[in-house]
């Protein structure tokens, strides 16, 4: 299997479990329509780009960087995804038929700055490569075309997977009724919420 493939895999991997920023995605494109949603996927899509390199270039150094910080970036990450909840809760919950950003502001560089940070703090997302290079053995002797092409791999189907959810959400906004839209943003937050609290109370 070519290295490209392999990144491909690994992309997509860490890319379609449905979690917080998956979600994020969907939300935004729903309240200020595809183009800020992509911005929030592509935010995304070039995290995991850089985690992917990061993995792929110095996987060993990273898990031995992280190890002693582990329960502080759990804490970020969780607090983090707890601060977005309440503040996109209390956005929606103030809002009647408008189409303002939770994030606020629909504005795409803003967002696609926005989601970069927010997955910075992921943890789930250099720990999920840092594993995927130390545990395949076949990846210790990639050539430096090889890194490049998993790494390109992987950056694309991150970002094709986020630009599917931010047009789902896009979609949304224009087929769904005003009504709709505003529970599932609602839904949504608390989904956040519960996975922010899942993670601070993770053992």
Known sequence: MSAFVEGLIAGYGIAIPVGAIAILIVNTSLQCGFRVGFGAGAGAATVDLL???????????????????????????????????????????????????????????????????????????????????LGRGSY????????????IGAGLASLSWQTLLAGLGGLGRERLSPRFQYIAV?????????????????N
Do not use: H
């Open 186 to 202: 609602i839904l949504g937050n608390l989904i956040i919420l519960a996975l922010g609290v899942a993670i601070l109370l993770r």
């Open 140 to 151: 210790a002797g990639m050539t430096l075309a090889d890194q490049i092409a998993f790494v």
């Open 51 to 133: 985690y992917a390199t990061l993995a792929v270039v110095a996987g060993a150094a990273i898990v031995t960087i992280l190890e002693p910080i582990a329960l502080e970036l759990r804490l970020v990450s969780g607090l983090v995804l707890i601060a977005l909840a309440v503040y996109g809760l209390w956005r929606g919950l103030k809002r009647t038929n408008s189409k303002e950003d939770a994030l606020g502001g629909c504005s795409a560089l803003k967002t696609y700055t926005q989601f970069v940070v927010i997955t910075f703090v992921n943890p789930l997302t250099v720990v999920y490569f840092t594993a995927l290079i």
